[in-house]
């Protein structure tokens, strides 16, 4: 009965390259939400998704981010052309029935040199 | 919208003593609340939350916390730390029935010595 799975958990990107991260909710879940940890800081929600659709994206940046969550596979966060800024640590949640119990992934570390 | 304050940003404590993470919230609407804890270069693993009904929530590893309405808090207590308690503790917030973003505070380390 895993858990909910990112990979990879450290990803190191040239300024200018595309980041890619993966994240696999616990089986059965159908929220995902994503969530941004800037050094020193707390979680910073981006983007949640079910099956297929973009539910709220409020936290999204408007440029260079986007997320899906297709019928079948994992939820991709992806940004394009990334930045020194962007390197933070990206965790992905999931749940059955809206936020109340959402489980966690360990995180993707993104590094941008 | 929704604003989690945590008033501390580090609690150092002595092994068995009792500790309390403080953490005030601001919403227009009602809301869930929770607590996680962040292990080093770890995920958010959650301790207890608040939905409805009784004040007193009581979670894992012998944590508890008080919803106080009139004061908007949600302050996380435990009589007796150990050391494998240190780590990062956020608390957070979602509106009733939005069912999906967690606002959270910036979080409070907890560091128990000996």
């Known amino acids: 009965n895993a858990g909910v799975m990112q990979n990879p958990r450290h990803l190191v990107r040239r300024r200018g390259q595309e980041a890619r991260l993966r994240c696999s909710p616990v089986?059965?879940?159908?929220?995902v939400y994503w969530y941004r940890q800037l050094p020193e800081e707390g979680l910073k929600f981006m983007v949640y998704?079910?099956?297929?659709?973009?539910?709220?994206e409020s936290g999204m940046p408007k440029e260079r981010f986007s997320a899906e969550f297709p019928k079948e596979g994992p939820s991709i966060l992806r940004i394009q052309q990334v930045v020194r800024g962007d390197s933070a640590a990206y965790f992905c949640?999931?749940?059955?029935?809206?936020?109340?119990?959402?489980?966690f992934g360990q995180g993707t570390r993104l590094t941008v040199v | 919208a929704q604003s989690v304050t945590q008033l501390d940003s580090q609690v150092p404590v002595f092994e068995e003593a009792p500790v309390e993470l403080r953490c005030n919230y601001s919403?227009?609407?009602?809301?869930?609340l929770f607590w996680y804890v962040q292990y080093p270069n770890q995920g958010l693993q959650l301790l207890l939350k608040?939905?409805?009904?009784?004040?007193l929530v009581k979670g894992i590893n012998g944590f508890e916390a008080e919803f106080n309405k009139s004061q908007t808090s949600f302050h996380l207590r435990k009589p007796s730390v150990h050391i494998s308690d240190t780590a990062e503790y956020f608390c957070?917030?979602?509106?009733?029935?939005?069912?999906?973003?967690?606002?959270f505070g910036k979080g409070t380390s907890l560091l128990v010595t000996p």
């Open positions: 949640a999931s749940s059955s029935r809206g936020a109340d119990g959402a489980f």
């Open positions: 089986k059965g879940h159908s929220h």
């Open positions: 998704l079910q099956k297929e659709n973009i539910i709220d």
């Open positions: 919403s227009s609407v009602s809301v869930y």
């Open positions: 608040y939905l409805s009904g009784s004040t």
């Open positions: 957070a917030v979602s509106e009733v029935n939005s069912g999906y973003a967690l606002n």
